[in-house]
């Protein structure tokens, strides 16, 4: 779906009837071999609740869109797209890998662990000055 939903974004999608659904939406559905795909509606068939789709980025030789071999059927059509986020699909799918996971762990220790350290560094205020900051409030 380049550019319009560049690879590697996550993308956000909102679940709707497939009657609400118009020629020209980015539609999410099952493809019959059980992947997840987004792609554009160009034909809706009400009677056979079939839509047709396209992925933008797949051109014949002329340059003109492809559309997909088969038509979808309205019991796999999953929503539409509300919005996507470009290029955190790559850490979503990094973070997913055992490297990715034991980054993601390694920052989370470090980060508790200066947390913790940074805590015993700073020294508490005296009780005193909290006091008179308290009285003064209190006369005002």
Known sequence: ????????????????EPTD???????????????????QVY???????????????NKN?????????????FSSVIGTVSFCVPY???VNAYCTTMPGLLVVVA???????????????VPDEPAGKHARVHARERRS
């Open 1 to 16: 779906m380049e550019p319009e939903l560049p690879v590697g974004s996550i993308v956000f999608v909102r679940q709707v």
């Open 21 to 39: 659904i118009a020629v020209g939406d980015n539609a999410t559905f099952y493809r019959s071999d059980g992947a997840v795909v987004t792609h």
């Open 43 to 57: 034909e809706i068939d009400p009677a056979a609740q079939m839509i047709g789709t396209q992925g933008i980025a």
């Open 61 to 73: 030789a002329d340059g003109s869109i492809m559309h997909d071999a088969e038509q979808t059927p």
């Open 88 to 90: 955190l699909g790559f």
């Open 107 to 121: 920052v989370l220790a470090l980060l508790i662990t200066a947390s913790i350290v940074l805590d015993r560094m």
